[in-house]
């Protein structure tokens, strides 16, 4: 039984550290924390992939490892559920998919574990949905929305569109790091303790 985690993102270097790579950057770390193999291409999917196992936090009274694969789309972000095709074929699949992804409505320095949740209009994610015909699985959403920006509903495109692709300052990359730990916890304890356990203890 295998999980599969998804970060999204855009390809390429003129959108590294920008906010919509959010899902992206933090799967990067739960990657480096679990010691996974480095990235390696998957011509076929288009993405990024590392699998290996993940072992249970250590005093946790679980045994034995679970095995997982990791995705970074090389698609752009309205495509990413190209790369994730194929992966969702049972109800039981889907539980298995984790999607991590920036949100619009969560303040920066904030996230929530959900399951069965709509898109929120992140394109990303809208485009999975599609893909594998359900939106009956676990989604990480990592808030980007500074204190001072208006709820996304009441701005148009444009200002969404400059927020999502602006970069991150030195400062809010080291606070991003440090959450990003704290979320890769989340997602080892999602992995080998559960969905419920994980969404109950794991959010800021």
Do not use: C
């Amino acid at each position: 039984m295998q999980y599969f985690f998804v970060g999204l993102g855009n390809p390429g270097e003129d959108y590294q550290n920008s906010r919509h790579n959010t899902g992206a950057m933090v799967l990067d770390v739960f990657r480096k924390v679990q010691e996974l193999p480095d990235w390696r291409l998957d011509k076929k999917r288009n993405a990024l992939i590392s699998e290996g196992s993940v072992a249970p936090l250590r005093g946790s009274k679980v045994k034995g490892q679970r095995s997982v694969a990791l995705l970074l789309p090389q698609t752009f972000m309205n495509k990413s559920g190209d790369s994730v095709r194929g992966l969702v074929k049972t109800k039981k699949d889907a539980e298995r998919l984790v999607v991590i992804h920036d949100d619009l409505d969560i303040p920066f320095g904030s996230y929530k574990i959900s399951f069965n949740k709509s898109s929120g209009g992140h394109r990303g994610v809208e485009s999975i949905i599609k893909a594998v015909k359900t939106q009956e699985f676990v989604r990480v959403r990592v808030g980007i929305a500074s204190s001072a920006s208006v709820v996304k509903k009441s701005q148009d495109e444009k200002t969404v569109e400059k927020i999502i692709l602006g970069t991150f300052s030195p400062a809010e990359l080291t606070t991003l790091k440090k959450m990003s730990k704290n979320i890769a916890e989340g997602l080892t304890v999602l992995v080998t303790e559960g969905r419920d356990k994980a969404m109950s203890q794991y959010h800021s």
